[in-house]
């Protein structure tokens, strides 16, 4: 099945920074990836998404980029703000599960502290 | 309109007790899931039902049993809990959209700790 890589596990940033997270996959198969942002004590839900016809996609501050060649996806925050600390998880459509078969293989996570 | 739901919030068993995580969404959603989540471990699925009769095995299915009652409600069952079954589960549910758009929704989580 699909494998799902995430780093940093921890990332602090400053307020106004940019953060960057990395994502691998292994199965070249896989044709969306979606980032969950989690909150302390909250529900994951759904800041971004990318399909494999797409390099890049942005909504505001919050962008990703996908390299197919090298099964790589990243998420990227500019202008930081305290409120974006939480924990970002990427994830990976199962090749395998297409239609309502559908399933996700998620990353570990990365916590995202921006300091004020 | 309440989205995804999930009883109970907290929950504290004995090793060998059995309980029937309960998840309820009100979307018409077709596919549900159900997720736990360890520290550092991401989000890990245990079963999912892609349609209302039809279930599946996830990455971590041994210990739990599901039960998709009908297209609202997909139930998860521990029927003998272990101390490694301590965790937070999510239940989602999926909603797909002609224009691409795809998205799991999740519910409130239940904390669960096994002694």
């Known amino acids: 099945g699909e494998n799902v890589e995430q780093h940093p596990s921890t990332l602090s940033v400053q307020e106004g920074d940019s953060a960057v997270i990395k994502c691998t996959y292994s199965d070249s198969a896989s044709n969306y990836f979606p980032w969950y942002k989690q909150e302390l004590g909250k529900r994951p839900q759904l800041i971004i998404d990318?399909?494999?016809?797409?390099g890049e996609k942005k909504d505001q501050r919050i962008a990703v980029t996908l390299n197919k060649t090298a099964k790589h996806f990243s998420l990227h925050i500019t202008e930081t703000q305290p409120e974006d600390s939480a924990v970002y998880f990427c994830a990976a459509s199962d090749p395998y599960s297409g239609g309502s078969n559908y399933k996700l293989t998620f990353g570990k996570g990365t916590l995202l502290t921006v300091n004020p | 309109n309440a989205g995804v739901t999930q009883t109970p919030k907290f929950q504290v068993l004995k090793t060998g007790q059995s309980m029937t995580l309960q998840c309820a969404q009100d979307?018409?959603?077709?596919?549900m899931y159900w997720y736990r989540q360890d520290p550092g471990m991401g989000l890990r699925l245990i079963y999912y039902s892609a349609s209302e009769g039809t279930t599946d095995k996830g990455e971590v299915p041994n210990g739990y049993n599901v039960s998709r009652l009908n297209k609202r409600e997909f139930s998860l069952r521990l029927e003998s809990a272990a101390p490694s079954q301590t965790s937070v589960y999510f239940c989602?549910?999926?909603?797909?959209?002609?224009?691409?758009?795809?998205?799991?929704?999740f519910g409130p989580g239940t904390r669960l700790t096994v002694l």
């Open positions: 990318i399909r494999s016809n797409v």
């Open positions: 989602a549910s999926r909603r797909v959209l002609a224009g691409g758009e795809d998205e799991q929704f």
């Open positions: 979307m018409n959603h077709n596919s």
